[in-house]
């Protein structure tokens, strides 16, 4: 079982909505939460890194909340662009200095005029 | 400053023939990875490179998977006698030792 599961799987949402992606994970020990922007046949591409003491950090439009005692994190889009439109990817990182990361398989967001 | 670069940025190729991927990490990282992205599957850790350190082979799927990292910089991934089960797209990534990775665009595979 992935220890790292994301939902929903896909979401179609008007440009100029918000919307929220869940990510809930069973990694343990904690260290970090990453969430990554991959758009169409291009790489993931980081967007926030929140630490075990992070409830919120933002990046522009994108704010990743970080719940470390319930292992849930959140990833909502502001004022939504046709831009956003990407998959985007929850990463756990179990130790500060673990290569190994835990991928969830991603939120795929469509933005529609 | 260029990022990280794959190629080919597609291969098609037929079952049984063998694949070479290429990566070119950023300049000064020491630190490369392979990660293998199905559909609807997280990115799936193949194999982990760091400096001149053997590298750590264990998310390999089988003996048809092989990497090659020469002078330290450009990374081969080589699959052999591919199967169908093999497409999918592979990332390299790399990185200052363990710290954030930069990922490259991917190399999509299709086995017809």
């Known amino acids: 079982k992935n220890q790292v599961e994301q939902s929903p799987q896909s979401l179609i949402i008007l440009e100029g909505k918000n919307c929220t992606l869940q990510c809930n994970y069973t990694v343990s020990p904690f260290s970090n939460l990453r969430w990554y922007k991959q758009d169409t046949g291009r790489g993931p591409v980081s967007l926030t890194i929140m630490t075990f003491s992070e409830n919120t950090k933002s990046n522009g439009r994108y704010t990743a909340t970080l719940d470390a005692d319930t292992k849930q994190s959140s990833l909502h889009i502001t004022a939504s662009q046709l831009s956003d439109s990407a998959s985007y990817i929850c990463?756990?990182?179990?130790?500060?200095?673990?290569?190994?990361?835990?991928f969830g398989a991603g939120t795929t967001v469509t933005v529609r005029a | 400053g260029a990022g990280v670069s794959q190629s080919p940025s597609n291969k098609v190729t037929e079952k049984g023939k063998d694949v070479e991927l290429r990566c070119d990490p950023i300049s000064g990282h020491t630190a490369l990875y392979w990660y293998r992205q199905s559909l609807g599957q997280g990115l799936e850790f193949l194999i982990y490179f760091q400096g001149n350190s053997a590298p750590d082979k264990s998310g390999l799927p089988s003996d048809r998977f092989s990497a090659e990292r020469t002078g330290g910089s450009v990374s081969t991934l080589t699959i052999q006698r591919t199967q169908q089960e093999d497409s999918a797209v592979y990332l390299c990534?790399?990185?200052?030792?363990?710290?954030?990775?930069?990922f490259g665009p991917g190399t999509r595979l299709t086995v017809t």
């Open positions: 990534a790399s990185s200052r030792r363990n710290y954030e990775q930069y």
């Open positions: 990463v756990v990182i179990r130790r500060s200095n673990d290569y190994k990361l835990s």
